[in-house]
Nanobody, 114 residues
Framework: QVQLVESGGGLVQAGGSLRLTCVAS????????MGWYHQAPGKQRELVAD???????NYADSVKGRFTISRDNAKNTVYLQMNNLKPEDTAVYYC????????WGQGTQVTVSS
């Protein structure tokens, strides 16, 4: 059974930081591209950042220079360090794994107050 479990969301003031964590089980984590997506109310789910099995990273323009994605294959874990948070970062953040199949976590709420 595949599980992606996110944690680390919460309420933070603008300019603050949060670190999201996604722990995966039931997949060959090391070969998966892992990604973080977010979805604000009334909007489509969008890519925030992803990281390939080889460690190459990709970021949405809106988060470049503020967010950092990383992975620890020994712990089957992917992280999203979010700094200098803005109110427009408020959304539910989802972890996604992508190899032959795509799996999603249940999401964690991030709320940034102005």
């Amino acid at each position: 059974q595949v599980q992606l479990v996110e944690s680390g969301g919460g309420l933070v003031q603008a300019g603050g930081s949060l670190r999201l964590t996604c722990v995966a089980s039931g997949i060959r984590f090391s070969i998966n591209t892992m990604g973080w997506y977010h979805q604000a109310p009334g909007k489509q789910r969008e890519l925030v950042a992803d990281i390939t099995s080889g460690g190459d990273t990709n970021y949405a323009d809106s988060v470049k220079g503020r967010f950092t994605i990383s992975r620890d294959n020994a712990k089957n874990t992917v992280y999203l360090q979010m700094n200098n948070l803005k109110p427009e970062d408020t959304a539910v953040y989802y972890c996604r794994s992508n190899s032959r199949l795509i799996y999603w976590g249940q999401g964690t709420q991030v709320t940034v107050s102005s």
